[in-house]
């Protein structure tokens, strides 16, 4: 008789069956794991994305809103006061020197070349397009006298040389803007009104004066008085253009007109990546209706009272599964590919005009 022993069967292992059955589920297993961390992985990208997206566009909103609220602000000036652009510097600052508190640009045509050569193409070729604000801005620093080229103030006013200057006269109806070539701390001098043959910087009441220009030879006898006021003169455009942080990326970018190593000159600032596009239009009342229309259908700048302010927000990297578009508000231009974007419109209505 053959007697087996259990002891040895239980030796022998798992059956070839048996072990591709195991390595089944094992994979089974391992490709859900790996499914769920491929989808955490994108869930958190999508995320990061979206936050940088808001994020960007949050802080870009709030710097441009701010800017079109406060244009054409002049202290006690309303926007019908005489202007007297007597303040020096180079070609691209003249170009931001002007009458008007905003203007619009559908793209390229008619922009300053202050920055339009930094303008990127957005959808279809197309440049970006831009706006220009013009403000007083900061503290008032109340004048005790106008003396030839100098003014006196009251307290240490806090002005650097180079600074461009807004003077409101006392009488609230006119205004100066010049550019300061010396300081001390209760006064400053400009140099560019005895440039073009100018006596004072004071507009007559029934006109404005813009320098260079016909009216620049011209001598304005009267001085500024006691109870006129002084402040910053800003001057800010608005585009898209490419990112010099990340090159190949799209981004907002703000000219500005600075006194930066005494030139008087316009230089750009890039505030806020991943802002593709920017659309404009401007809130016009005529009668009892309001229509918002493009910056070509602006006849009088003057009469604009709200700016409805468009911007495309892009992601950094293209993190879509499949291409998606997305249009920009009535510019119509359109945008497909795998990047995420989103559309943030906003109104904002410009304080200084009713």
């Given at each position: 008789?053959?007697?087996?022993?259990?002891?040895?069967?239980?030796?022998?292992?798992?059956s070839i069956?048996?072990?591709?059955?195991?390595?089944?589920?094992?994979?089974?297993?391992?490709?859900?794991?790996?499914?769920?961390?491929?989808?955490?992985?994108?869930?958190?990208?999508?995320?990061?994305?979206?936050?940088?997206?808001?994020?960007?566009?949050?802080?870009?909103?709030?710097?441009?809103?701010?800017?079109?609220?406060?244009?054409g602000?002049?202290?006690?000036?309303?926007q019908?006061?005489?202007?007297?652009?007597?303040?020096?510097?180079?070609?691209k600052?003249?170009?931001?020197?002007?009458?008007?508190?905003?203007?619009?640009?559908?793209?390229?045509?008619?922009?300053?070349?202050?920055?339009?050569?930094?303008?990127?193409?957005?959808?279809?070729?197309?440049?970006?397009?831009?706006?220009?604000?013009r403000?007083?801005?900061?503290p008032?620093?109340?004048?005790?006298?106008?003396?030839?080229?100098?003014?006196?103030?009251?307290?240490?006013?806090?002005?650097?040389?180079?600074?461009?200057?807004?003077?409101?006269?006392?009488?609230?109806?006119?205004?100066?803007?010049?550019?300061?070539?010396?300081?001390?701390?209760?006064?400053?001098?400009?140099?560019?009104?005895?440039?073009?043959?100018m006596?004072?910087?004071?507009?007559?009441?029934?006109?404005s004066?813009?320098?260079?220009?016909?009216?620049?030879?011209?001598?304005?006898?009267?001085?500024?008085?006691?109870?006129?006021?002084?402040?910053?003169?800003?001057?800010?455009?608005?585009?898209?253009?490419?990112?010099?942080?990340?090159?190949?990326?799209?981004?907002?970018?703000?000219?500005?007109?600075?006194?930066?190593?005494?030139n008087?000159?316009?230089?750009?600032?890039?505030?806020?990546?991943?802002?593709?596009?920017?659309?404009?239009?401007?809130?016009?009342?005529?009668?009892?209706?309001?229509?918002?229309?493009l910056?070509?259908?602006?006849?009088?700048?003057?009469?604009v009272?709200?700016?409805?302010?468009?911007?495309?927000?892009?992601?950094?990297?293209?993190s879509?599964?499949?291409?998606?578009?997305?249009?920009?508000?009535?510019?119509?231009?359109?945008?497909?590919?795998?990047?995420?974007?989103?559309?943030?419109?906003?109104?904002?209505?410009?304080?200084?005009?009713?």
């Amino acid at each position: 008789m053959e007697i087996r022993s259990n002891k040895q069967r239980s030796t022998n292992g798992f059956s070839i069956v048996e072990l591709m059955v195991a390595i089944l589920i094992g994979l089974i297993i391992l490709a859900g794991v790996i499914q769920v961390v491929i989808t955490s992985k994108t869930t958190f990208l999508g995320q990061e994305e979206m936050s940088f997206i808001q994020e960007n566009a949050r802080y870009a909103m709030d710097v441009i809103g701010k800017d079109i609220q406060g244009a054409g602000y002049k202290g006690c000036a309303g926007q019908d006061a005489r202007v007297a652009l007597v303040a020096g510097g180079d070609a691209k600052a003249l170009e931001f020197l002007g009458l008007e508190s905003l203007r619009g640009y559908l793209n390229e045509n008619g922009a300053p070349n202050a920055y339009s050569g930094d303008l990127n193409n957005v959808a279809g070729g197309v440049k970006s397009e831009s706006i220009l604000i013009r403000s007083f801005r900061g503290p008032h620093h109340l004048l005790t006298s106008h003396s030839g080229q100098t003014l006196n103030f009251s307290a240490p006013h806090g002005f650097s040389q180079h600074d461009y200057l807004g003077v409101v006269a006392e009488d609230c109806r006119r205004v100066g803007v010049v550019r300061i070539s010396e300081r001390t701390n209760t006064s400053v001098s400009y140099a560019s009104a005895n440039n073009h043959g100018m006596s004072t910087i004071k507009p007559s009441l029934d006109k404005s004066i813009i320098c260079p220009g016909a009216e620049c030879a011209t001598g304005y006898s009267q001085n500024y008085n006691p109870g006129s006021v002084a402040m910053n003169f800003l001057a800010h455009a608005y585009y898209i253009g490419d990112s010099s942080a990340l090159p190949g990326s799209p981004a907002l970018k703000r000219a500005v007109l600075t006194n930066r190593a005494g030139n008087g000159t316009v230089v750009s600032e890039e505030l806020a990546l991943g802002v593709e596009d920017i659309h404009f239009r401007y809130g016009i009342k005529n009668g009892g209706d309001t229509s918002y229309v493009l910056a070509n259908a602006v006849t009088d700048w003057s009469q604009v009272f709200a700016v409805e302010v468009s911007l495309m927000m892009r992601s950094q990297t293209p993190s879509l599964s499949v291409a998606e578009s997305k249009t920009l508000g009535s510019s119509g231009r359109t945008y497909t590919d795998k990047h995420m974007r989103q559309v943030v419109t906003s109104i904002y209505r410009i304080r200084n005009r009713i």
